[in-house]
């Protein structure tokens, strides 16, 4: 969204001044579906081995915390262009967490059917990121 403000010179003559409004994100859908995405990769990495623990599934909750989080951190930045530099992160994170599913299925901590599950999530989120990004660079 783009707001209009009409600035007056000290010439007295008018000028126009493009400025973004910030975008309220907890009312963006992806933002829910990430956080709600949060919570399902804390259940699923809960029972991974405890060697585990500050590995992947530090590494798995990480990323998973940073889709959101870089959602909203980039809907309080002052242009539609700072806000994409933190979609394109959170885009690198939802990658970086499909990747690290598939280790952990790799490794044998949850069954194909899981797999698939996380994987469906993690692959919506994605192109609910690219196409939100595509919109706001219009």
């Not at 995405?37 to 259940?43: A, E, R």
């Not at 809960?46 to 590995?55: A, G, I, W």
């Not at 002052?78 to 499909?98: M, N, P, Q, V, W």
């Amino acid at each position: 969204m783009i707001l209009i403000v009409l600035i007056l010179d000290t010439n007295l003559k008018i000028k126009h001044k493009k400025t973004n409004i910030m975008h309220n994100f907890k009312e963006l859908k992806v933002w829910q579906k990430g956080r709600f995405f949060v919570k399902d990769i804390y259940l699923l990495t809960h029972d991974f081995p405890k060697e585990e623990l500050f590995v992947m599934t530090s590494q798995m909750r990480r990323a998973a915390i940073s889709i959101p989080s870089n959602i909203a951190e980039g809907s309080g930045r002052g242009t539609d262009k700072d806000f994409s530099r933190f979609l394109d992160i959170a885009t690198g994170s939802a990658f970086e967490l499909e990747s690290l599913i598939y280790t952990g299925y790799d490794l044998n901590y949850y069954s194909e059917q899981t797999l698939n599950s996380y994987l469906e999530k993690v692959q919506e989120i994605q192109k609910m990121l690219f196409h939100f990004k595509n919109h706001l660079n219009q």
